[in-house]
């Protein structure tokens, strides 16, 4: 497997571990004035930086909401610290998923690791919260998208956000997951019966990539214009681009060692139902479950436990 391009690299976060409110990493800042609070979370997965950059470009250029609150977190600064140059996919996580655990079960749990102990000092962070950007980038050198639950006010959002940013591309979960609750998906941003309380991934590119980080600062700054924190940068002069839709059907896990893709998948493959897209020892084949199904992150190491691969199938644009 090729080694990536490791264009952005950790730097030292030292500087910012104090915050302001009592939970390190976590910065607040209010304007005195009503608004909405607005979170913009990074590193909840230790070695997707480009997340990284656009919390810490908000931070050093002092960026400050015109209304209402802004708060800049740096989720699992113990995993980005973890970075080895010789395996920089090796520090996503420690231990758990730090985006499946915000559950009460997990919350609320017996079970102890570096991740349930910082999701466990972010709750009030997350809960005070209303409306979340939590920035990833992915393995693969694929399109940038948006991943939200199904909700119209969370549609509304990426669409105008990403006319502005070119993530034109969305994965919408209708049903959760199924592998664990996300962190957008925490107590409110996870229920429908709200009219505000939007809560969007943003997946900004490959994880070491220039553009990748880039993106996440531009779509940072388009997501506080949104709800009205700081002024908007002028329009793009770029035409608009038709959004494209997926709808979740299925996560699947890895259940053994043997688990193989049919062939080799980065992203936003296509297969026919029935179609062979993996094999996994005895736990079974997996199989497109529809025409025109589109595979999303497919797993680029295989290990028992962990998601192995989306399985998506194309909506129409409502637009």
């Known amino acids: 497997m090729n080694a990536p391009l ?3 690299l ?3 976060l030292s500087a910012y571990r104090a915050g302001n409110t009592g939970v390190p990493y976590v910065h607040r800042f209010d304007s005195g004035r009503p608004g909405p609070h607005v979170l913009i979370n990074a590193l909840t997965h230790g070695n997707e930086i480009c997340g990284m950059v656009a919390a810490t470009h908000l931070l050093d250029r002092g960026v400050r909401p015109l209304v209402g609150t802004l708060t800049v977190s740096l989720a699992h600064v113990e995993a980005y610290e973890a970075f080895r ?3 920089p996919f090796a520090n996503r996580q420690l231990v758990h998923n730090l985006n499946r655990i915000w559950s009460d079960e997990w919350l609320d749990g017996p079970e102890h690791s570096p991740e349930l102990r910082r999701a466990r000092e972010l709750r009030p962070v997350v809960a005070a919260a209303d409306h979340i950007l939590d920035i990833h980038s992915t393995s693969q050198p694929v399109a940038p998208f948006w991943v939200y639950p199904g909700f119209e006010r969370n549609a509304r959002a990426a669409r105008a956000i990403g006319a502005r ?3 034109t591309t969305h994965l919408v979960m209708p049903a959760g997951l199924g592998s664990g609750t996300p962190l957008i998906q925490h107590g409110r941003h996870g229920r429908a019966d709200g009219t505000d309380g939007v809560a969007l ?3 900004c590119g490959q994880h070491f990539l220039k553009a990748s980080a880039d993106l996440a600062t531009a779509v940072a700054l388009d997501f506080l214009a949104y709800f009205g924190l700081i002024v908007p940068a002028a329009p ?3 035409p608009a681009v038709a959004q494209r839709r997926f709808e979740l059907l299925q996560t699947c896990m890895v259940r053994t060692p043997q688990f193989r893709f049919a062939r080799p998948l980065i992203g936003f493959e296509t297969f026919a139902k029935d179609e062979l897209i993996a094999t996994d020892g005895d736990a079974g084949d997996i199989r497109a479950p529809c025409d025109d199904c589109t595979v999303l992150m497919p797993t680029r190491e295989p290990i028992v ?3 192995a691969v ?3 199938r194309p909506l129409v644009d409502p637009t």
């Open 310 to 312: 989306y399985l998506t």
């Open 85 to 87: 140059h010789d395996d």
């Open 201 to 203: 991934v943003v997946e």
């Open 236 to 238: 793009a002069s770029a």
């Open 165 to 167: 940013d070119r993530v």
């Open 6 to 8: 490791l264009e952005v």
């Open 10 to 12: 950790p730097r030292d």
């Open 305 to 307: 436990g962990r998601e």
